[in-house]
């Protein structure tokens, strides 16, 4: 592999170019998986990262060109009966000032949206149980007959099948559900004991076979991962196939057990961008906002290692900074209108172009391998 298609990293993240490519990242192109072992040479060094990311860029370009995709997200409450240890806007959190968008002000976000030339709209909030299905149904209905041409995505948590059921049948396309992690016992330290990993995971396959595109995910440097939780982390994605996955570094929130935590690496992160794009060619993947949290240009960065989505926020600003999942959020000062072209202006310093259509994922070209993953 020689390399021309590297200009994009040569002049920015200072990973070092090496002489020749490496033998891993040009297997991990070519075969779109590794052995365990080999996985885990990739991802406790850096001396790879030039080669991800040249590869990386590479396969996005073949895929979607410089296009960037919009998600207009719309934090809608949170309130939460969960307790996830890292999240600022667990149950526990007595701090926080809770709060819940109606019905009306939802609605005024989308149409703010729309104006922006927002095609999706992602519904996010805490697992809310004052949020019950029969509000959700009523509400999706309606953005589904104003919005035909949107997709509505969905982003609230562990659901029964039914449920899930009802959502899409009133007009949701897509869901958001991170599986945060892969590995049992990590799952379990990140979580109380009343959460459940295989529950996490039923609600994807559940969500999947209701005929949702589905996205998951999970956190980068939380407290306790090891190599192997990644890996693992991979593996399942590999086994689920979503059509979007998400991850972010974990960032400490002053009110939950993990405050004391350092945040998740920024190099590291970029690194499992790479090599998710790497894995999986064809799908979406966001430059995250906890990315632009821990780097002033984290997201610039994210899109250039393979990441092309971004989600800008559409809430209205008085509620922004009571969304607070972890310290230092940034976006939660301006209007949508702002976010919308500090948006615009980053993708396009980056070398990226943001494209308001729907933005559905790829289908995959084939052609490369077919051997499947290992699990
Ligand atoms: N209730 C929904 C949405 C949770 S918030 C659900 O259960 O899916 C959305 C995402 O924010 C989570 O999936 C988690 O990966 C991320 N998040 C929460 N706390 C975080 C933290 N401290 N640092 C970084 N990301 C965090």
């Known amino acids: 592999m020689s390399y021309n298609l590297a200009s994009v990293v040569e002049n920015f993240t200072g990973f070092p170019r090496p002489a020749v490519m490496h033998e891993l990242p040009a297997l991990l192109h070519k075969n779109r998986t590794l052995s365990d072992e ?38 809608f409450t949170n309130y939460c009966r969960n307790n996830c240890l890292y999240c600022g806007i667990r149950n526990g959190n007595q701090t926080l000032e809770r709060y819940r968008l109606s019905e009306e002000e939802i609605l005024d976000c989308c149409k ?12 996010q909030g805490g697992d809310d149980p004052g949020y019950g299905d029969e509000k959700i149904i009523k509400l999706v209905a309606k953005i ?27 007009g949701a396309d897509r869901y958001l559900l991170r599986h945060e992690t892969a590995n049992e ?50 593996r399942f994605l590999q086994h689920l196939q979503p059509d979007m996955i998400g991850i972010g570094p974990f960032i400490a929130h002053h009110a939950t057990p993990f405050h004391d935590f350092a945040n998740g690496p ?23 906002t906890a990315l632009g949290t821990i780097d002033p240009h984290g997201r610039e960065h994210g899109l250039r290692c393979g990441a092309n989505v971004v989600m800008p926020n559409l809430s209205p600003v008085a509620v922004r900074k009571k969304y607070e999942l972890y310290d230092n959020k940034i976006c939660t000062g301006e209007e949508a209108a702002e976010c919308r072209h500090c948006l615009e202006r980053r993708v396009t310093n980056a070398g ?20 499947g993953p290992q699990s």
């Not at 104006?115 to 519904?123: A, D, K, P, S």
Request: net charge neutral; aromatic share 12%.
């Open 144 to 170: 589904r007959e104003r919005y035909e041409d949107c997709a509505i995505t969905l982003s609230f948590g562990e659901k029964p099948a039914k449920s899930y059921r009802a959502f899409f049948e009133s």
């Open 112 to 123: 703010t949206g729309y104006e922006l030339g927002y095609r999706t709209f992602v519904l």
């Open 266 to 288: 920024l190099r590291l992160t970029l690194r499992m961008i790479s090599i998710l794009r790497l894995m999986f060619p064809n799908i979406l993947i966001p430059a995250t």
């Open 352 to 371: 990226y172009k943001i494209v308001t259509h729907i933005g559905n994922a790829k289908p995959l070209i084939s052609s490369r391998r077919e051997t």
């Open 38 to 75: 080999e996985l885990k040479g990739l991802i406790e060094t850096d001396q790879f990262d030039f080669d991800l990311v040249a590869l990386a860029d590479s396969v996005r370009r073949e895929y979607y060109g410089t296009d960037v995709y919009l998600r207009g997200l719309i934090e």
């Open 185 to 234: 016992p990590h799952y379990r330290q990140l979580h109380p004991q009343t959460m459940d990993l295989k529950k996490r995971q039923d609600c994807l396959w559940n969500l999947k076979e209701i005929g949702y595109e589905v996205g998951s995910g999970f956190l980068v440097g939380s407290p306790y991962q090891t190599t192997q939780c990644l890996i693992e982390d991979l």
